[in-house]
């Protein structure tokens, strides 16, 4: 650009008729230049309207109470899916380094998903019922699985191990059925309509200034341009006023159906805390007779202590 434009002040310079291509070139950098300063005009006029807003020396277009209704509903809707979504994920992963790694591995599937590369699959961890069990085990067998007591311990690491697949179950059941369609609701949904809200609130903000610009105007000439103008606004609030109330009406409505993402996270622990329960009371039922003959052989043992001391 600074090529051609030495180009065309050489020609002017040297009193030639510039070549079209110059022309063309004189033209296209006049059209950017001129959208520049409707730009900066533009958002110097907002910044001025929004700082003698909050200096309280400005009138501000007010919402009707229906539209004010749905953006308080949408910013709970929001702060609350948050919430949820921060809990139910400290639940089904207390660790919070795997909790950031999780994080880090899905930010990286979704950025290499559209490439040809295979994305990266996060290790595995040990839960702490499956770490349990391995000790368990370990020890049960250092003791001697012929044993009683090895016998004992070898039973408990296999219970464990039964509830930490139970575990990740419901660690899957909850990431996929609770987790997953509630952080694209608001990675989609919530982020789109912020966005609108957005859009409305910076109509709002070009329609109380083109406001003001009609009343500081005294000129009769410039008044109808002003006037102009602020109908040109007025039709383009009213516009997003209405696709701004549709948006957040929707938002209103898919929230409720998330009624199902909570049953379906409430039959999964059910299911996990029912094979807890079921895995326990066996391991119960079969060391009770082996835990009462240890009963029976203590208070005789006690007995004998007893008479041999009198």
Do not use: W
Request: hydrophobic share 35%; net charge positive.
């Amino acid at each position: 650009c600074f090529a051609k434009s030495l180009e065309i002040l050489s020609v002017m310079a040297s009193g030639e008729k510039p070549s079209e291509a110059s022309a063309t070139t004189t033209s296209s950098t006049r059209e950017r230049l001129s959208a520049f300063r409707n730009r900066a005009a533009t958002s110097y006029t907002r910044v001025k309207q929004f700082t003698l807003e909050r200096l309280g020396r400005a009138e501000t277009t007010v919402y009707d109470s229906e539209l004010e209704t749905l953006l308080e509903q949408t910013e709970k809707i929001k702060s609350s899916t948050e919430r949820m979504l921060n809990c139910v994920e400290l639940i089904l992963q207390p660790n919070p380094g795997a909790r950031l790694e999780e994080k880090l591995y899905s930010t990286i599937h979704r950025v290499q998903s559209s490439s040809a590369d295979q994305p990266k699959q996060p290790r595995p961890h040990k839960s702490p019922f499956e770490c349990l069990a391995s000790e368990l085990s370990h020890c049960g067998n250092s003791f001697g699985a012929e044993t009683q007591f090895g016998a004992y311990m070898v039973r408990c690491g296999v219970a464990q191990g039964k509830i930490g697949e139970a575990e990740k179950r419901l660690q899957e059941k909850g990431r996929t059925g609770f987790i997953a369609p509630l952080k694209a609701f608001l990675e989609i949904d919530i982020r789109n309509a912020m966005q609108e809200r957005r859009n409305l609130n910076v109509r709002r903000i070009d329609l109380d200034a083109a406001k003001s610009k009609v009343k500081k105007t005294t000129s009769a000439e410039k008044i109808h341009a002003a006037e102009a103008e602020l109908r040109t606004y007025q039709h383009s609030f009213d516009e997003q006023v209405e696709q701004t109330r549709s948006v957040l009406k929707k938002i209103v409505e898919t929230h409720i159906s998330h009624y199902g993402y909570l049953k379906a996270l409430i039959a999964a622990q059910r299911e996990y805390f029912g094979e807890c329960v079921s895995q326990l009371s066996e391991v119960n039922v079969a060391i009770a007779p082996s835990t009462a003959h240890f009963c029976l052989l203590c208070v005789l043992a006690q007995i004998d202590n007893v008479v041999y001391s009198k």
